[in-house]
């Protein structure tokens, strides 16, 4: 994704610091949802605990996707287009129970779904859990 950070952080109202910089842009960089790990790897001078801040202000301000794929380690992934997102952008998320990897369908949306008066939903999850083409033809 060949994004600007500071715009991405300045058009959702968040100081584009160091560390918040180098959070987006690794995000950027990834063609698959990440972990805290993963971050924590490709990010050795920042600790976990920093990352997770940043992640978790970038979470609050709708500048990334938090997934729950089933794998116990949360996924994070920039919204479209790196700007903030809405339940309409949102799409379907696959889980290789062999390798372990979360895939995005981005042209596969979630289907809206007609709830009771008065609620709001902010986030929708929707994984299919299975075996990816690699570890399927194995």
Do not use: W
């Amino acid at each position: 994704m060949d994004i600007d950070p500071v715009t991405i952080l300045e058009s959702c109202g968040i100081k584009p610091t160091v560390n918040r910089i180098l959070v987006v842009k690794e995000l950027a960089k990834s063609s698959r949802p990440v972990n805290l790990a993963y971050l924590e790897a490709e990010l050795c001078t920042m600790d976990k605990a920093s990352i997770f801040r940043v992640l978790e202000l970038l979470a609050e301000k709708d500048v990334v996707h938090v997934i729950e794929d089933g794998s116990r380690s949360l996924k994070y992934e920039l919204c479209q287009g790196g700007a903030s997102h809405s339940l309409s952008d949102q799409h379907v998320h696959f889980y290789c129970d062999s390798c372990k990897e979360t895939f995005c369908f981005e042209s596969v949306k979630i289907p809206v779904i007609d709830i009771p008066d008065g609620f709001r939903p902010r986030a929708v999850n929707y994984v299919l859990k299975g075996l990816c083409p690699k570890c399927g033809a194995k």
